[in-house]
C-alpha cells in the first residue's frame, strides 16, 4: 500500500472507532454527545479524557454543527470545525493502528515471514 492508502485506511480506522464509541455512549446514557455531563466532568477527569479521546470528533462535530444552526458560528468556522474533526479521526486511527500493532507483536501474533 502507498501512503494514500494508509492514510486513508488510518482515516477509516479512527472514524468507525470514534463512531462505535460514541454510539455506545449514547446508548448508554440515552443523551446526545457532547461535551457535557455525562460524557466530559471536572469530577471524572480520567473517564472524560477516555471518552474525549475516542469520541472527541463527533462531540466537536456535533457541537459545531449546532453552533451553526444557531448562528453563533459562520460557515467558514463550521467548515474549519469539520477540518478540526477530520485530523482529529485520523490522528485517533493511527494511535489505534500502532497500539494493535504493538499488542499483536508483544502477543506473537505478528508475521514476519514476508
Same mark, same amino acid.
Request: glycine share 8%; proline share 3%; with cysteine.
Given at each position: 500500500? @502507498?501512503?494514500?492508502?494508509? !492514510?486513508? +485506511? *488510518? +482515516?477509516?480506522? @479512527? #472514524?468507525?472507532?470514534?463512531?462505535? *464509541? $460514541? =454510539? /455506545?455512549?449514547?446508548?448508554?446514557? $440515552?443523551? &446526545?454527545?457532547?461535551?457535557?455531563?455525562?460524557?466530559?466532568?471536572?469530577?471524572?477527569?480520567?473517564?472524560?479524557? +477516555? %471518552?474525549?479521546?475516542?469520541? @472527541?470528533? #463527533?462531540? +466537536? *462535530?456535533?457541537?459545531? #454543527?449546532?453552533?451553526?444552526?444557531?448562528? &453563533?458560528? =459562520?460557515?467558514?468556522?463550521?467548515? =474549519?470545525?469539520?477540518?478540526?474533526? !477530520?485530523?482529529? *479521526?485520523? %490522528?485517533? @486511527? /493511527?494511535?489505534?493502528?500502532?497500539?494493535?500493532? &504493538? %499488542?499483536?507483536?508483544?502477543?506473537?501474533?505478528?508475521?514476519?515471514?514476508?
Amino acid at each position: 500500500m @502507498g501512503a494514500v492508502e494508509h !492514510t486513508l +485506511f *488510518a +482515516f477509516m480506522v @479512527g #472514524l468507525t472507532a470514534c463512531g462505535l *464509541a $460514541g =454510539s /455506545v455512549m449514547e446508548l448508554i446514557s $440515552g443523551r &446526545r454527545l457532547a461535551f457535557v455531563e455525562p460524557y466530559v466532568s471536572p469530577a471524572h477527569v480520567l473517564r472524560s479524557l +477516555f %471518552a474525549t479521546a475516542c469520541a @472527541g470528533p #463527533l462531540m +466537536f *462535530a456535533n457541537e459545531a #454543527l449546532d453552533a451553526w444552526w444557531q448562528s &453563533r458560528i =459562520s460557515a467558514s468556522a463550521l467548515i =474549519s470545525c469539520g477540518c478540526t474533526a !477530520t485530523v482529529w *479521526a485520523l %490522528a485517533l @486511527g /493511527v494511535v489505534l493502528i500502532d497500539i494493535a500493532s &504493538r %499488542a499483536g507483536i508483544l502477543l506473537g501474533l505478528a508475521d514476519f515471514s514476508a
